[in-house]
């Protein structure tokens, strides 16, 4: 039992510590590279998941090749660290994304979305300055609203029934209550009786390419919405993951105790000839 519950932890983790290096090279090769904002709110986080893995597939991988029970008790502390981090972002994402999200607009495809639909902590997160201009950057750099411009003969009823994304909805156009008029995809005029409403979105929207509705509530509220429906997929694959780390964990607790409990019969027994 000592022997197999050794070699399943070493073999998890060899392959663990494998992964590992593509993880920290891909960080690496970003941060080398020229960087976008968009690629450095990216590198960060895979340098931190690369080390992490290194280090404690190192950690179990020694100790149970070895059975040295001073690095399995640091990897086991380690992987339940992360079982804990793992289960309360698990909850975290659940709470923070639980609102219904998108107002259904009459006779239009897409739905409309606005920033105080979702919870305070993520208001601010996107709110905040810094954290903004990292994402309009990326909004820049994937060239969202350029997609919009192959629709530019197309006729106002046509468009209106387009099935827009989220950030398309409320970045690349201003909002339907504003009551611009349509002239083109990413080109609206203001109607001679005025704006239906005083809201700063409404304000905010330029025909300017590089501006548009970059910087209204409701490209914030689309950002969001997109967010949302990727925490809802990261959410499922974590607690597929969160299942099997707590496996790896229960088999590494088998593989401490049983290379204890051989330590002692081994001292044990050595002693009983002395």
């Not at 006729?155 to 909002?175: D, H, M, T, W």
Request: hydrophobic letters at 40%; glycine letters at 8%; charged letters at 15%.
């Amino acid at each position: 039992m000592v022997k197999i519950s050794n070699s399943l932890v070493g073999v998890l983790n060899f392959h663990t510590l494998l992964i590992s290096f593509p993880v920290i090279g891909i960080a690496l090769w970003l941060r080398i590279k020229s960087p976008t904002e968009c690629e450095l709110f990216l590198q960060l986080p895979l340098l931190v998941v690369g080390v992490f893995l290194f280090v404690v597939s190192v950690l179990g991988f020694v100790g149970s090749c070895f059975r040295d029970s001073i690095f399995l008790c640091l990897y086991l502390f380690l992987l339940f660290l992360l079982i804990l981090a793992m289960a309360a972002f698990t909850v975290f994402a659940f709470v923070v994304t639980n609102k219904n999200i998108g107002q259904a607009i009459s006779g239009k495809g897409y739905r409309e979305y606005r920033l105080g639909d979702y919870s305070h902590w993520l208001q601010k997160r996107v709110g905040d300055r810094k954290n903004w201009r990292a994402i309009h950057g990326c909004l820049k750099e994937a060239k969202v609203c350029g997609r919009l411009e192959d629709d530019i003969g197309t006729k106002a009823s046509e468009f209106y029934r387009k099935n827009l994304s989220p950030i398309q909805s409320g970045c690349c156009k201003p909002p339907t209550y504003c009551g611009f008029t349509y002239v083109n995809a990413t080109y609206w005029l203001i109607p001679r009786s005025g704006l239906s409403s005083s809201n700063s979105d409404c304000k905010t929207w330029s025909n300017d390419q590089d501006k548009l509705c970059y910087g209204c509530n409701a490209c914030k509220g689309g950002v969001l919405a997109t967010l949302k429906n990727g925490w809802k997929k990261v959410v499922i694959l974590n607690a597929a993951l969160l299942a099997f780390v707590i496996v790896i964990y229960s088999v590494g607790c088998c593989a401490f105790r049983n290379n204890k409990s051989h330590s002692h019969h081994t001292h044990f027994y050595r002693g009983g000839y002395h």
